[in-house]
C-alpha cells in the first residue's frame, strides 16, 4: 500500500472530483424549522430542499470528517479514504432515494487543536449536517462541547473511549466500536482463566484513550489488580520512540503485556519486545494490529502470538476466503480502493460504520433532520454488517449509546489473526 499522506483539500473543484460521495438519500417530508431547540429523540421534519435544514438540499446531503492523514497515527488515513470509496460505491449502485452524501473530509494531523479548526470549519463554513468518524479520542474530546452545543451530531466517532455513551451529557454524540473498557475487560477474563497467576505490565497512551484500558482492567480484574498489574508505563503521542518504557516493563519481571498504543508505537513495542528477547503473553489494542501498517513494519515473525480482541472479520484469514461478506468487501475494495491493501483492517472497519450510517439515513425515511438522523442512529436493533463476526451485532437505544459491546479473541500465528473461543461481552 501506498504510504504517502492523503487527503482532500478543500477547494470546491477538487472536493467535488476526490469526495464524490453519494448516498442518495429520501426527499419529500414534512415543512418544518430543523432543530429549533429539539432534542435528538424529537421528530422535526425536514422538507427535501429546505434551507433551514443544515446541510441538507432536494439532491444532497453534505456531512463532514476530520481525520489523521498526516501525524503519528497517520495509519488511520486509510479510514477516511476507504469511507469516501464506500459512499462512492453506494452512490454507483443508485444510492438511497434521489440524494446524494457529499463527504468532506479534512486533514487533522492527529492534532487537537487542528482537529477543532476543521470541525469548526466542516460546521461553519462548509454547513454540513453533521460529523461522521472522526479519529482520535483527543481529538473527538476537544470538539465533543461545541458539537452537543450546536445540536450537531456527533455520529459513530472513530475511538473506543467509554464516553463516547454518555446520553445524558453529550446526547449528540455517540460511539460504534466497542470501548477500551469493555477490550480490557475482556483481557482480564480470559487472563484469569488461562493464567491466573500473571504478573502483567501495561503501556499506555497517556490520554483518555489509554487510561480506558486501566480502568477496564481494574474493573474485569476486580480485587486482583492489585496483585496481577504489577507495572504501567505511559508515553505522549508526541514521543519519538517508547524503546525506554519497553525495557522498563521487561525489567519489572512481567510474564504478561498489554499494549494500548496507537499504530506507530503499536509496532515499536512489537520490535522492541523481540529485540530483547522477552516473551510474555503478549496482548495488542485491537485499534493497533493491522497487517498493513503495524504488524508488517515490526515484522511477522516478531508478531507471531499477540492477542486482541475483535468484531469483525480478518481479510487475511484463509476461512474468510469463501465468506460472502468478506467477498462482499473485496469486491469494494477492488473497485473503489485500488492503492490500499484489502487486508488492512482500517479498511474493514470503514466498510463496516459506512454501512451503519447507511443504515441509519435509510431509516430516516424523509425526515433528514439533525434530530431524527440522531434519533435514528440512537434506535438500532440487532443491526449488522457483512464483515463483523458471526454473532455480534449493534443496539443502541435513547439510553445506551455504545453500539457494539462484544468481541472475540484472537492470536496472530505469523501469517493472519486465528479465532479462538466464543463471543464475549465486557464485564
Not at 209 to 228: I, N, P, S, T
Not at 408 to 420: A, S
Request: with cysteine; proline share 5%.
Amino acid at each position: 500500500m501506498s504510504q504517502r499522506n492523503w487527503f482532500i483539500v478543500t477547494t470546491a473543484p477538487r472536493l467535488a472530483a476526490l469526495t464524490g460521495v453519494c448516498i442518495l438519500l429520501a426527499a419529500g417530508c414534512t415543512k418544518k424549522k430543523a432543530d429549533d431547540g429539539a432534542k435528538p429523540a424529537d421528530k422535526g421534519g425536514a422538507t427535501a430542499g429546505d434551507s433551514a435544514i443544515p446541510g441538507v438540499t432536494a439532491t444532497e446531503i453534505k456531512i463532514g470528517q476530520s481525520m489523521p492523514y498526516s501525524g503519528p497515527a497517520s495509519a488511520y488515513g486509510v479510514i477516511g479514504k476507504a469511507e469516501v470509496g464506500f459512499f462512492k460505491m453506494i452512490n454507483d449502485k443508485g444510492g438511497i432515494n434521489g440524494r446524494k452524501v457529499n463527504l468532506i473530509s479534512l486533514d487533522d494531523g492527529y492534532n487537537p487543536a487542528k482537529a477543532v479548526e476543521q470541525t469548526h470549519k466542516l460546521v461553519e463554513n462548509e454547513g454540513v449536517a453533521f460529523v461522521f468518524n472522526s479519529v482520535g479520542t483527543a481529538n473527538n474530546i476537544a470538539v465533543q462541547k461545541y458539537l452537543n452545543e450546536k445540536k450537531v451530531p456527533q455520529l459513530f466517532v472513530a475511538t473506543g473511549a467509554d464516553r463516547w455513551g454518555d446520553p445524558e451529557h453529550f446526547p449528540w454524540t455517540i460511539g460504534w466500536q466497542p470501548s477500551y473498557r469493555i477490550e480490557a475487560q475482556i483481557y482480564s477474563k480470559y487472563l484469569m482463566k488461562e493464567k491466573p497467576a500473571a504478573k502483567m505490565c501495561v503501556l499506555f497512551q497517556n490520554d483518555d484513550f489509554g487510561k480506558d484500558y486501566l480502568k477496564g482492567l481494574q474493573e474485569g480484574l476486580a480485587d486482583k489488580y492489585e496483585r496481577v498489574v504489577v507495572k504501567t508505563a505511559s508515553y505522549e503521542a508526541t514521543d519519538p520512540t517508547i524503546d525506554s518504557q519497553i525495557v522498563t516493563l521487561q525489567g519489572a519481571g512481567c510474564d504478561t503485556l498489554l499494549v494500548a498504543a496507537t499504530p506507530k508505537f503499536a509496532a515499536q513495542s512489537i520490535r522492541k519486545v523481540a529485540d530483547l528477547g522477552w516473551k510474555p503473553m503478549f496482548f495488542m489494542s485491537n485499534v493497533s494490529v493491522s497487517l498493513t501498517t503495524v504488524l508488517k513494519p515490526a515484522g511477522l515473525d516478531k508478531s507471531t502470538g499477540i492477542i486482541t480482541g475483535a468484531y469483525a472479520n480478518d481479510p487475511s484469514d484463509p476461512a474468510m476466503a469463501s465468506d460472502p461478506g468478506m467477498n462482499e468487501y473485496r469486491a469494494f475494495a477492488a473497485k473503489y480502493l485500488s492503492d490500499v491493501d484489502p487486508n488492512d483492517v482500517n479498511a474493514v472497519y470503514a466498510f463496516a460504520v459506512g454501512t451503519t450510517l447507511t443504515q441509519v439515513l435509510t431509516a430516516c425515511g424523509a425526515d433528514l433532520s439533525r434530530a431524527n438522523i440522531m434519533k435514528q442512529a440512537a434506535s438500532l436493533n440487532k443491526a449488522t454488517a457483512p464483515v463483523l463476526i458471526q454473532g455480534i451485532e449493534m443496539s443502541t437505544s435513547a439510553t445506551d449509546f455504545r453500539p457494539l459491546q462484544q468481541m472475540q479473541l484472537r492470536r496472530f500465528n505469523g501469517t493472519n489473526f486465528e479465532p479462538f473461543g466464543e463471543v464475549i461481552a465486557g464485564s
